[in-house]
């Protein structure tokens, strides 16, 4: 998912079930710098990579690619593949209660299992999509590398060339984000009901089918009740004030995950 999600989405939810400014700022910003710690910090820690060939690399396969965006899920027959809403995903949002930064982590490999679901970090042959021949099968068949960020596009609606399968990312979207009321709500706003969740879903609904990035942010920054909302502001601000604080809960993050996955076959 993109930062329409991460971010924006993400700040909205929180904010319309009252959680304090300065707290949801940091939850949201950690949810999405998730995606653009690119260059290794500390020992070499980094979240996300800018560079499709760099996805072939093992180590960024085990370190960044899986704990941070393709959790493992639930299906025994592909014990690496992503799953929507998996059990190892919600432990680790769950892990994360009481840490702003680290709930932000947790939240974003929670969210990207609704559009990457059906996908694996690991190079393996389930997520190929194309034939040798073709020119987009030169990127590794690891995570969606070959659909290049179409599984991430709020708006968009097309075919896996695995199965032929329609894919709609506006439902998905729908998912994840009532998947995340229920975390955060669980979290700060235990008294809210189903139906403040249901007053929400047509507006939501509405903002997910507009096909301008631009528009659903703007409508999602009005959602929040602070439409001056500005991803870039904040995330200066934040970046230099927590950076050393996110590094410390990705370090976090990345060794939950890696003990949550110490059964799955490593050497295979």
């Not at 370190?63 to 995903?89: K, N």
């Not at 099968?137 to 599984?151: C, D, S, Y």
Request: contains cysteine.
């Amino acid at each position: 998912m993109q930062r329409d999600i991460h971010f924006y989405l993400t700040f909205a939810l929180g904010r319309r079930m009252g959680i304090q400014l300065q707290e949801i700022e940091c939850i949201a910003w950690a949810d999405q710098f998730t995606d653009e710690l690119t260059q290794p910090q500390v020992h070499g820690l980094q979240t996300q990579t800018s560079t499709l060939g760099n996805w072939i690399e093992k180590q960024i396969q085990a370190t960044v690619l899986m704990p941070f965006h393709f959790i493992p899920g639930d299906d025994s027959s592909y014990p690496w593949m992503t799953t929507a809403d998996s059990s190892r995903a919600r432990k680790l949002v769950e892990a994360a209660r009481g840490d702003p930064l680290g709930l932000g982590i947790a939240l974003h490999a929670y969210q990207d299992t609704f559009s990457h679901q059906g996908f694996s970090g690991w190079e393996e042959p389930l997520n190929g999509c194309f034939p040798w021949y073709s020119p987009e099968a030169a990127l590794p068949n690891v995570g969606h590398a070959e659909l290049r960020a179409v599984p991430d596009v709020t708006n968009y609606v097309w075919t896996d060339p695995r199965n032929g399968m329609k894919v709609d990312n506006r439902v998905r979207a729908m998912q994840a984000a009532k998947a995340t009321w229920e975390r955060l709500s669980s979290m700060y706003a235990p008294q809210m009901g189903s139906s403040h969740w249901s007053a929400l879903k047509p507006a939501l609904k509405e903002i997910f089918r507009k096909d301008s990035y631009d528009e659903r942010v703007v409508a999602l920054c009005r959602l929040s009740g602070n439409p001056n909302l500005d991803y870039k502001e904040v995330c200066s601000r934040l970046t230099s004030a927590y950076s050393s604080e996110f590094i410390r809960a990705a370090s976090l993050h990345l060794s939950r995950v890696l003990c949550l996955c110490g059964d799955l076959p490593w050497g295979s």
